[in-house]
């Protein structure tokens, strides 16, 4: 059974940083390009990052040069560090596997202005 189980939000004030782990179980994690989402209060969820198993990585503009994504395959594990924190990216962080349509139950953060 595939699981995605997210951690590490929190309440941090603008210009902090958090980051984020996602601990997939139940599929061979390395052999799957993995994503981060984000869904802030009304409104919908959008795409954050991507890192896939060929080494490719590509950000949603208003983060690239904030967040960086990575991954440890050997430990099943997909991270989200994110720096130099804004209010605007308050919401509801999850990660993705877009083989099957597998989301986590999600992590909140909350930016503080």
């Known amino acids: 059974q595939v699981k995605l189980v997210e951690s590490g939000g929190g309440l941090v004030q603008s210009g902090g940083s958090l980051r984020l782990s996602c601990v997939g179980s139940g599929f061979d994690f390395g052999r799957y390009d993995m994503h981060w989402y984000r869904q802030a209060p009304g409104k919908e969820r959008e795409w954050v990052a991507v890192f896939s198993t060929g080494g490719y990585i590509n950000y949603k503009s208003s983060v690239a040069h904030r967040f960086k994504i990575s991954r440890d395959n050997a430990n099943s594990t997909l991270f989200l560090q994110m720096n130099y924190l804004k209010p605007e990216d308050t919401g509801i962080y999850y990660c993705?596997?877009?083989?099957?349509?597998?989301w986590g139950q999600g992590t909140q953060v909350v930016v503080s202005s």
């Open positions: 993705y596997r877009r083989t099957g349509d597998y």
